[in-house]
């Protein structure tokens, strides 16, 4: 279940008009009466959000699936089989726009891009999209333009088989910036409007995309029935989260949960403040980001940032747990 009355509260407060508002708790309530069936098991599933200037609002539900195990059930009630499935982690986020369920968000235990995995890749692509999305030749080009050995791990993968998109979320490895190949390979020439653009987001990130000790950032790509698409992104996270992992307590080390709080809280301040510096959200968005871990069972998620031939594109998740 929800907890509407948590969420009521929030909305009423008037402190997040931007975050969490009555529209909000409304489209809440009528997406769990459309489908009861989700929200009669006694987890609760939380609440997330995708909020955007350029995007109707996307409303996330956290719900446990079995791992280690080759399947995934789409919310379609299809079955597929792939190799990448067993390293998925225990939960997915399905995500309803306007009443219908658009998006299914899961994460994995990082698995490394090599030839296996651009095959499984590829598959996943073919049956959300319908059509054979060219993403291959990208895969790999990450998987051998760097001196290191399987620079590229995916970690995230968001699944539309409604609007026929897939999107995967690839951490980098090493503390340098992505080799210019890759903005040569979306922009094809340096005085393309996409070649300039998704060179520029990746200058404005650089600072955060090198420091791997409290910043989790992932190279977002992603194809749709049409091909691999020209613009290139980032999620900009945490690679702590603000609570402790599930099934512990604050209290069982306390010196590491104070240093992994701690992490997080910087983590998030970094990114507000790069938010600001770089223009990537209005004022008034970040004012009410940074206030919004101050609630009990709020969190940062993570800032989307795709640049293309028009611009950048910001997208911000977050939701109470």
Not at 86 to 108: D, R
Not at 122 to 133: K, P, R
Not at 186 to 193: A, E, F, L, V, Y
Not at 238 to 260: Q, V
Request: hydrophobic share 40%.
């Amino acid at each position: 279940m929800v907890d509407l009355e948590n969420l009521i509260q929030i909305s009423n407060s008037g402190k997040y008009p931007i975050l969490f508002n009555s529209v909000d708790v409304e489209a809440v309530k009528s997406i769990m009466e459309i489908y009861p069936d989700l929200f009669s098991i006694g987890l609760d599933s939380g609440c997330g959000l995708i909020k955007s200037e350029f995007a109707a609002t996307k409303y996330g539900f956290k719900f446990q699936i079995p791992t280690g195990i080759k399947q995934y059930q789409y919310f379609d009630g299809a079955v597929d089989e792939n190799k990448l499935w067993p390293y998925l982690q225990k939960y997915k986020f399905l995500y309803f726009q306007n009443n219908v369920m658009v998006e299914e968000i899961v994460s994995f235990e990082p698995v490394p891009i090599f030839s296996a995995t651009i095959d499984a890749i590829c598959q996943i692509a073919l049956g959300v999209t319908g059509s054979d999305t060219q993403i291959k030749g990208l895969l790999d080009l990450l998987e051998n333009i760097d001196s290191g050995y399987h620079d590229y791990e995916l970690v995230s993968m968001s699944m539309s088989k409604v609007n026929k998109y897939l999107r995967l979320g690839l951490r980098k490895l090493p503390s340098q910036s992505v080799s210019d190949d890759v903005y040569k390979y979306i922009g094809t020439r340096s005085n393309t409007k996409i070649y300039q653009n998704t060179k520029g987001l990746s200058a404005s990130v650089d600072d955060i995309l090198v420091d791997d000790i409290n910043n989790l950032v992932e190279l977002i790509i992603e194809v749709d029935e049409s091909g691999l698409k020209k613009q290139l992104g980032y999620a900009l996270s945490t690679i702590f989260s603000k609570d402790a992992p599930e099934g512990s307590s604050m209290h069982d080390n306390i010196g590491l949960y104070n240093e992994r709080h701690n992490s997080h809280k910087q983590c998030v301040a970094t990114i507000a403040d790069s938010a600001k510096t770089h223009s990537w959200l209005s004022d008034s968005w970040i004012d009410e980001l940074s206030t919004w871990e101050m609630l009990p069972r709020a969190v940062h998620g993570a800032t989307i940032l795709t640049a293309d031939a028009d611009g950048v594109k910001s997208e911000i998740i977050y939701g109470i747990s």
